[in-house]
């Protein structure tokens, strides 16, 4: 008794919709995929001028506060001698300038956070995309598998969500999937 098992699918037309819809989400997604290094490389460059930047604030707090302890202690202990006045100045130009210099460091590190932030945004849009388009691809093969358009339907629903977050990356759209974030974040 010869059984012989046809390996052809009897909808040609899904088996071509599953191929279609597989080759524009891959080639989709590795666009995307390229954009997102190049956030992820920015927010790496924001992140390191961050710490340096609030580093820089921190010295130059730290070298205020020892200045003024000096001016302090050099008004205390040389009181009456004619030096004291000549290193009390210096130390007071130090201190102001350190005091000026201040806010403008806090505020350069302020602002390289929220490039950082900025940034974030677009990569949460592109990791959601890829997620959501992996899905995708996952269910058109079960949909080829299974012979069933409905299964592509659900195929097409995520890829259409990983296409909008992908387009929203590129684009710069506020969408952002914060549910989908806050649960894998």
């Given at each position: 008794?010869?059984?012989?098992?046809?390996?052809?699918?009897?909808?040609?037309?899904?088996?071509?919709?599953?191929?279609?819809?597989?080759?524009?989400l891959s080639v989709f997604t590795g666009l995307c995929n390229i954009k997102d290094g190049n956030i992820v490389q920015a927010m790496q460059q924001a992140q390191s001028d961050s710490v340096d930047s609030w580093s820089e604030y921190?010295?130059?707090?730290?070298?205020?506060?020892?200045?003024?302890?000096?001016?302090?202690?050099?008004a205390f202990i040389g009181e009456g001698r004619p030096e004291t006045a000549a290193m009390l100045a210096g130390l007071d130009r130090d201190i102001a300038r350190y005091r000026?210099?201040?806010?403008?460091?806090?505020?350069?590190?302020?602002?390289?956070?929220d490039k950082y932030d900025a940034l974030n945004v677009h990569?949460?849009?592109?990791?959601?995309?890829?997620?959501?388009?992996?899905?995708?691809?996952?269910?058109?093969?079960v949909a080829a598998l299974v012979e069933s358009p409905a299964v592509l339907a659900m195929a097409w629903i995520f890829g259409g969500f990983g296409m909008v977050m992908g387009l929203a990356g590129f684009?710069?759209?506020?969408?952002?999937?914060?549910?989908?974030?806050?649960l894998l974040g």
């Open positions: 008794m010869d059984l012989e098992v046809s390996a052809e699918a009897k909808d040609k037309r899904l088996n071509r919709a599953v191929a279609i819809t597989v080759v524009i921190q010295a130059a707090r730290t070298k205020m506060h020892i200045a003024e302890t000096s001016r302090t202690q050099i000026a210099e201040g806010p403008a460091l806090a505020a350069r590190a302020k602002a390289f956070s990569d949460d849009q592109f990791d959601a995309s890829d997620a959501s388009i992996a899905t995708a691809i996952s269910i058109a093969a684009m710069g759209w506020a969408v952002h999937p914060d549910i989908l974030s806050s």
